[in-house]
Each structure stands twice: as C-alpha cells, then as structure tokens.
C-alpha cells in the first residue's frame, strides 16, 4: 500500500486507518475513541453503515415516533425575582422584547409567591392571557400555585398553560414527598383536562438530576421513570393513554456540547413514544412535550461574560434536538438576579438563533447525520436500562427514597468531578485562560435561599471548587508568584503559558514580562524587586540542564 491516497482514489476503511495509524507514530485507533459521561463510545468516524436507513427506524419529521424535530420553538422566559411588582416589569419588558411565553418561578423555587389569584393579578397585570401563554415552575408539589392560576383562567381562553404539578420533582429536590400528592395531581389533571384540553397539569422535570452532576442517559432514564409513574397515577384516575400522554410534558437541563444534547433530547423522544406504544396510546399521542432550560450547572462567576456563549450553544443544541419550549439563562445566572442588560441578553439569543440563523424554518436539521443518529441510539439503549432498573427496584418513587437515583448520580458527578478538578476537563475563563483582572457584569443580588435540599440531588456548578479557591485568594491580598524564563520566548513560552493558568486557577497572579530577560542578573534583580516570595523557573528541557541549578541557587539566595 502506497503512503498516500490520491483525489478520487478509491480506499476502503482498512486502508484508511492503517494510515491513520501510521500518523499517530505507533498510537493505537483506541487513542482517537472517546467516551461521554455514561461511557458511550464516540468514534472518529462515522459512516452510513453504522445506523440503518432514518426514515425507517426515525420516522418523518413531527410523525411517530417522534425522533425527528417538526422545527421551530416557543421562546419562553422564567421570571424569578421575588418582588411581584418588579416581576410584572420584567414580564412586561421581555414580552414586548419579544418573548413568546412566560414561566412564572414561585416561592418555593426561589422566586414570588403564588397562593391566590391575587398575587397573579399583581404579577401578571397588563398582560393579555390569550396571547402569552403562562406555566409554572413551583420548584415543588405546587398544588396552591396550579389552584391560583386555575382560578385566574377561569372564563378565559389562554392557550399554552401549563400547571407543572410535580411531587416527584419535589421528592428530587426536597428528599420528600406527601403520600398522596401523586394521586392528587393526576386527579387535578384529569378534572383539568376537561377543562382546558389543551393545558399540560403534569410536568416530569429531569433537571435535578442534571443540575446535581448527572449523565444524558441518566436524566433521560429518570425522566422515564418518573412519566411511567404519572401515567400510571393519571389512568387510575380514569384518563386514556392518549389523554394521560396529552396531559404531560418534560422540562430539562441542556449543557454546551452540542450534539450530544441533540441526542439527548431526541433519545428521550424515541424511548417516550416507545413507552407510550407499550401503554397502548395511539402513534399520533406518542410525541413528548419538551422544554428545555439552559444549563446551570455549567455556569461561572468569574469570567461570567463567557457565560453568554455557553447559554448560546446550549440553546443552539435544544433548538436542533427538537424542544418545542426554550428557556436561556441570563449570563449572571450564577452571581445573581439579572439586570435588564442581562434579560435582554438572554431573550436576543433566542431571536438570534430563530430568525438570524433561521434554525426555525428547518425541520428536523441534525437528522441523518451519522454521529447524532447513533448517539441518539446509544444514548436512548443506555437510558432504558436505567429505566428498567428504576422499575425493578418498585418504580421511580421507591428507588428515590432508597438512594438508587442519588447513587448513580453521585458516582457520574464525581467521576467528572475529578476531572475537573485535574484540568483534564476545561471551564474556559475559570480552570484555563483565567482573567484576574476582570470587571465583572452588573447583577441584583439574589436572596438567600431557605430550603434544604437532598443533599445528594441538590444543584452544583462545576466551576465553584475553582471559585472558591479564586475567593481565598482575593481575600488573602491576591498573592503572586514571580516567573523566571530563561532563553527565548519561543523557548520558554508554551511551559511558562501553561504555569501562569495553573497559578491563575487559584487566584494567584503572575510577575514578570512575558518576554526573555537580557542577562541572568538582570533575572535576579528583578526577582529581588518584586518582592515575591516564590519564583518559577519555565524553560526547556536542555536550557534547565545547563542553567536551571544556578538559577534556582541564586534566586533562593
């Protein structure tokens, strides 16, 4: 076999990993595979060969069973501050910024009260009802907050509410749950979907298990576990699968890398309608009702302007997975309450990426790429065993309170943990390339929170270990450590580059130019200057050999 192939040459693979191979100068083909968080395999190639035909296995866009995306999505924004009248403004401000729907975040997830009708009137004052839908995120059971709002709809026709009744996710987030709340939500939903039929009393939210450091397969496997438990709930109470289905929607976390998330959402698609033929729903019931949140998980304080890239990928990964809702994170979503600035920001990314990038006006765009069709099969096999396992162990209610869920999440989360905290894994701005003189963005601080969440399921962000550290060290006067390089730029760069982040990660800043020094005793007198109290020697490898133990000697002297 010659060293090369020629344009137009025919190869087949052998041929072509054998130079690949000869690249890697004695590397294995298992170097280039990688692995996602729950271990499935992600190859450096992907052919036609590795999924069948997608119109056979995935259907048509919007048709069962419901893998491929029918395109376009509702923008819809949380408003969490805790002051109903300040919430009102900032309602009114995104609406006419052009927010399509509005989620209204309660007390008890940290946001205002809703008991009554009369705190909606105060929140919801001005705004037409017929033409923005309104849903709740209650962070909890949220029967007062659903009565509240099924009050103020009475005689009218509001489209597109959501009452998002959840005692499983309060069980996730508060490690408890009332006896009966599951039967009482599905008898609320069934009276509901009388009422209004085109409202969704149920809301399955996966995102406790992302925000608390979980996998894709996992939050998926849990957010099936928790629907079959609700379907379950909803047909006791006298609901056909197909209402029961009608009645339900999903809410989850969506992270920054791109197209595992569009897997993601897709494989919730593909295992969800499979449960729904198995629950004997017609193929046209089978499709799932996604909103998809930017994740906040991977949110910074430091560097948060970076902040607005992640919330964009993330948004761009939901967009082309195929969520019919969107919600973006305001970039100060981990210092504080966001400024109008910040509001303003996050809506824009939405239109930004709906009619700029017209990412709006395509069904289904990721389909038929090989890599996303095998993730997303891979993904949805993964997440149907945890589901079964879920299911083994007496249903998602019983695994939560025997820890099983909290388990296999706190395994991932450590596992990621540590490769964070050994920069194998990167935060841009935070773990690399820190800036420690930044000016950070305006923000409203946030009130304390006063709950008291499982501690196993309770959120993290992955960049705080870092922060922690940045915080001791601004308290402690910012200390910093002088660089010594030896020989050129060119020579000493790359190594000095790298040390200055290490130190930078902790908050500890850097002396020194960034170029050589003329002489040794300049090296020294400059040291001797800056007063600093460690030095670091960046150089080669053949530079140290001749010059290293000198420099050492006379810059500890």
Not at 37 to 63: M, N
Not at 204 to 218: F, L, N
Not at 447 to 469: K, M, V, Y
Request: aromatic content about 6%; glycine content about 8%.
């Amino acid at each position: 076999m010659s060293d090369r192939l020629t344009l137009g040459e025919a190869a087949d693979e052998a041929q072509w990993r054998a130079l690949v191979e000869k690249g890697l100068k004695g590397g294995q083909w298992a170097r280039l595979v990688g692995r996602t968080a729950d271990g499935v395999e992600i190859q450096p190639l992907y052919r036609e060969t590795d999924i069948p035909s997608v119109t056979d296995i995935s259907g048509l866009p919007g048709a069962a069973p419901f893998v491929r995306a029918a395109g376009g999505w509702r923008i819809t924004q949380s408003f969490n501050h805790p002051d109903p009248d300040q919430t009102n403004r900032e309602i009114l401000a995104d609406l006419a910024g052009g927010v399509a729907a509005i989620e209204l975040v309660t007390a008890e997830g940290g946001g205002a009260q809703v008991r009554t009708s009369g705190d909606l009137d105060r929140l919801l004052a001005d705004v037409i009802l017929e033409a923005a839908p309104v849903s709740l995120d209650t962070g909890g059971s949220g029967f007062d907050a659903a009565a509240a709002l099924e009050a103020k709809l009475k005689g009218v026709a509001a489209p597109g509410v959501a009452f998002n009744l959840d005692p499983i996710g309060a069980l996730m987030r508060h490690g408890a749950v009332g006896a009966d709340d599951i039967a009482r939500a599905a008898q609320f939903a069934a009276r509901v979907r009388s009422e209004l039929p085109n409202a969704r009393a149920i809301r399955v939210d996966a995102r406790p298990v992302h925000e608390a450091g979980g996998t894709e397969a996992q939050e998926v496997g849990v957010a099936l576990g928790c629907g079959i438990a609700y379907l379950r709930a909803l047909t006791s109470a006298g609901l056909s699968a197909a209402d029961a289905a009608a009645t339900v929607a999903f809410a989850v976390s969506v992270g920054p890398d791109v197209l595992i998330e569009t897997a993601k959402l897709r494989a919730l698609r593909l295992c969800w309608a499979r449960v729904l033929e198995a629950s004997g729903a017609p193929a046209h019931a089978r499709a799932a009702q996604v909103h998809a949140f930017t994740s906040r998980r991977m949110m910074t304080r430091y560097d948060a302007w970076t902040n607005i890239l992640r919330v964009t990928t993330s948004a761009f990964a939901a967009a082309i997975g195929g969520a019919q809702a969107i919600t973006t994170a305001p970039f100060t979503d981990a210092l504080g309450l966001p400024t109008p600035f910040a509001r303003r920001v996050a809506r824009n990314t939405q239109h930004v990426i709906l009619e700029e990038c017209r990412l709006g006006h395509v069904a289904d765009p990721a389909g038929g790429a090989w890599f996303v069709e095998r993730m997303t099969r891979d993904l949805a096999t993964k997440a149907w065993e945890i589901m079964q396992l879920i299911e083994s162990k007496g249903a998602i209610v019983a695994a939560l309170q025997a820890g099983l869920v909290q388990d296999l999440v706190v395994g991932a989360r450590t596992a990621r943990q540590r490769l964070i905290a050994t920069r194998r894994e990167t935060i841009t701005g935070v773990t690399d390339f820190p800036l420690l003189d930044e000016t950070k963005p305006e923000f409203i601080p946030a009130p304390q929170s006063t709950g008291a969440p499982d501690a196993a399921l309770s959120p993290i962000r992955w960049a705080e270990p870092f922060e922690t550290l940045r915080d001791r060290a601004a308290a402690a006067g910012a200390p910093r450590v002088f660089f010594a390089n030896i020989d050129t730029l060119a020579a000493f760069g790359p190594r000095a580059q790298w040390t200055r982040n290490l130190f930078a990660a902790g908050g500890i800043g850097a002396i020194g130019p960034e170029d050589a020094y003329a002489t040794m005793d300049k090296l020294i007198d400059a040291f001797r200057s800056s007063r600093a109290r460690v030095a670091v020697i960046a150089s080669t490898d053949a530079c140290y050999a001749e010059h290293a133990e000198n420099c050492a000697q006379r810059l500890k002297a």
